[in-house]
Each structure stands twice: as C-alpha cells, then as structure tokens.
C-alpha cells in the first residue's frame, strides 16, 4: 500500500511538471501582445500550391492586421476574431498521423520542442476548430497558405 502510495506521488508530480513546463514554453506572453499591425518580410515556398512565385512575393511589405475587432492578411479577413495561444507538440509518435501538418512537418523550424500557435476563430466557429492560425516564432509570425510561408513582423 504504501508503494502504491509513493509511485501515485511520484506519477502526479511528473505530469504536474510536464505540464507546468509546456505553459512555460508556450505562454510566456498574454495575448493582447500578439495584436498588432504586421508587416510581411518574405515569402517561401515549403509545398505546391496554386500561389505562383510572382503573387507570393508581391505580399512583401504589405500590412496584416490582428486586431479585436479584425482579421485582415490580405488572403483572409475576419471581422470580431476571437483568438487563443495553443501549444503542440514539435514531435508525433512514430506512426501517428497529426490532424494538423504544422511548419515542423515540412522541415521548417525543426529546432523547436513545441509549436505555439494563434489560432483565429471566425464568428460562430466551435472552439477546437480555427478558422485560420499563425505559428509564433522568434518574436514573430509565420503564416503558411498555399505552400508558402510567410514571415510576418511587427510594423515599426
């Protein structure tokens, strides 16, 4: 009994840590610091898609806004978002197939441990199903449509 007592400690304590180190990863900022005006700095192509090369990178130096009250990429616009900060895994089981292929998947940001990202609700959408979603990464975002990742920052 007392075994039992020490291992059922000692599992808690770990999924307690796992957990707590995982929203230390993953929640370092609130919210509200990732609404803002960005710009588009690049633009690469990760997979085909239907974007040509020439469109993809007339993006460049545009304006995405993430707001309260809007959601304009330029590809996309969403008026009154809601927003929320998940955190992912960077590694699947062997085997697994994501429900999701983030950035990771096609050999981009490899060095991560999780994937956080904005996920962009649509008014009425349920809350396990985003509408659109941005990766967070070295200070700022990366957008993927179409086979091409675009690297957003913030507007100076």
Known sequence: MKIQKVMLIAAVFLCTAC???????????????YLDTYTVQSADRYRGGLTDENTAQARIGNEVLITKE??????????????????????????????????????????RKFIEVLEVYAVGEEDNHPSYYFEIVDGGLWEL????????QRTQ
């Open 70 to 111: 809007i959601l304009n990429t330029g590809l996309v616009t969403f008026e009154n978002p809601r927003y929320a900060i998940k955190c992912y895994p960077a590694t699947s089981i062997e085997g697994e197939i994501p429900s999701q292929r983030w950035s990771i998947h096609y050999g981009l940001g490899i060095d």
């Open 145 to 152: 449509f179409d086979g091409w990742v675009y690297s957003l």
């Open 19 to 33: 957990n707590a180190e995982t929203r230390a990863s993953c929640s370092e900022k609130p919210l509200d610091s």
